[in-house]
């Protein structure tokens, strides 16, 4: 959501087929959650850019998890987040090496 990606892009991210990806932006751009604009620098091309009310949407989707995990976060000793941290950036490490 942060930058706008292709067709393409978004199916290689989402781990699926062009058609596929294709299908699921023509489903997004249906609802008004997603808009097709051409590309900035290749005019050949589209991107896929979010709406402000796919924006909306899918905060409404996460924000109880965000507040769930602010929850966790506050029941947690500075030494307990030291090991949450640790463990994580390490995995992050770890799936990034796959992707």
Do not use: K, N, W, Y
Request: hydrophobic share 40%; glycine share 6%; no cysteine.
């Amino acid at each position: 959501m942060d930058e706008p990606a292709g067709p393409t892009e978004l199916a290689q991210r989402l781990g699926v087929t062009s058609a596929a990806a294709s299908g699921i932006v023509d489903r997004l751009v249906a609802r008004g959650h997603v808009a097709r604009e051409p590309h900035p620098s290749d005019r050949r091309r589209t991107v896929v850019v979010a709406t402000d009310s796919g924006r909306e949407e899918m905060l409404g989707h996460l924000m109880p998890m965000f507040a769930d995990l602010a929850r966790l976060d506050q029941e947690l000793s500075p030494q307990e987040r030291d090991v949450v941290l640790r463990f994580l950036t390490a995995a992050e490490r770890a799936v990034s090496r796959l992707l």
